[in-house]
């Protein structure tokens, strides 16, 4: 019988985490990756992460459907189990529209173009949207929002009536502070050497985010098409109406108010918190040229071989 012979990769002993600046150099090759794939392939990824954050989303919907906890328990509680969707992205490697702001990183180091940095986002923020909406038609055809007397369906709506009800001041701070964490997120997670160092690394930025109620552009592209399916539903209207202890006005839950009154102000915050607030900070600080980290007179603690 004729032997094995495939080659494997050495095993990385080394359990550092990447120095910031071994991070930051991740990024910027990342993107640049990013540049490289096939439209297929970019398309593909993209549409498996608005999948998975949907997976989150719906899972922390159920898992708090019907808690009478503390609001911040609860809080806290849907931001660990949403998390679900942003370790499955990390992991899996699904290119997600939040994350994938950090590719300005490559951009503004001159190792991607204009043009090809637009091209990635696009398809990205296409592909996670029709990702989204696969998941809210398979979830409203497994009737979830029937669970405990319609009240799974009763906190799918009442989260999305008070997503489109936001002012566009509010939606737009929420999207730039939600995003300054999801690519924090992805920072640590690039930081990290096992996937278990990864997991742990998601829990607290994205659990901080749910949990203090920022908007997330792609996890909307979920939670607010599931309240327009369900809106006309009675039985779901009047448990969210029990459940909420008072009348709705959902004159708001419409098409226009999903993607002009929430969608719109929440992108654009996402993105000035993630291409502003963490890319352009931490290009700055460590890859902007003339003034770099390496032209300092501090050695960079880079994890030293051991011999």
Not at 35 to 43: C, D, E, N, S, Y
Request: net charge positive.
């Amino acid at each position: 019988m004729s032997k094995n012979n495939i080659s494997r990769p050495a095993k990385d002993t080394n359990t550092d985490a990447y120095t910031p600046l071994q991070t930051v150099a991740i990024i910027e090759n990342k993107a640049v990756v990013r540049a490289r794939l096939r439209v297929t392939q970019t398309f593909i990824l993209s549409m498996l992460a608005g999948i998975f954050v949907a997976m989150g989303a719906q899972f922390a919907t159920f898992v708090t459907s019907d808690s009478a906890l503390h609001f911040g328990v609860t809080s806290l509680i849907t931001g660990i189990v949403f998390s679900l969707g942003l370790i499955l992205v990390e992991v899996a490697g699904a290119e997600l529209f939040t994350g994938n702001n950090l590719n300005i990183v490559g951009y503004v180091s001159k190792r991607i173009t204009t043009r090809e940095l637009v091209k990635i986002w696009t398809i990205v923020y296409i592909g996670n949207f029709i990702g989204g909406l696969m998941m809210v038609c398979w979830m409203y055809m497994a009737h979830q929002w029937e669970f405990s007397h319609y009240a799974t369906g009763a906190k799918a709506l009442l989260i999305t009536h008070k997503k489109v009800n936001l002012s566009f001041k509010a939606a737009l701070v929420r999207g730039v502070l939600c995003n300054a964490l999801v690519c924090l997120n992805v920072w640590l997670c690039y930081s990290s050497r096992s996937v278990a160092d990864k997991v742990l690394s998601v829990l607290f930025p994205i659990g901080g985010f749910v949990a203090s109620g920022f908007e997330h552009c792609v996890a909307n592209m979920y939670f607010i098409p599931t309240g327009l399916m369900l809106r006309k539903n009675q039985d779901v209207i009047a448990a969210a109406e029990k459940m909420a202890g008072k009348p709705l006005d959902l004159s708001f839950l419409t098409w226009k108010g999903f993607l002009v009154n929430n969608l719109f102000p929440v992108t654009m915050g996402n993105f000035i918190g993630g291409v502003i607030l963490v890319g352009i900070v931490f290009w700055f600080i460590y890859l902007r040229p003339r003034i770099s980290y390496l032209s300092l007179e501090i050695k960079p603690d880079f994890p030293q071989d051991k011999k």
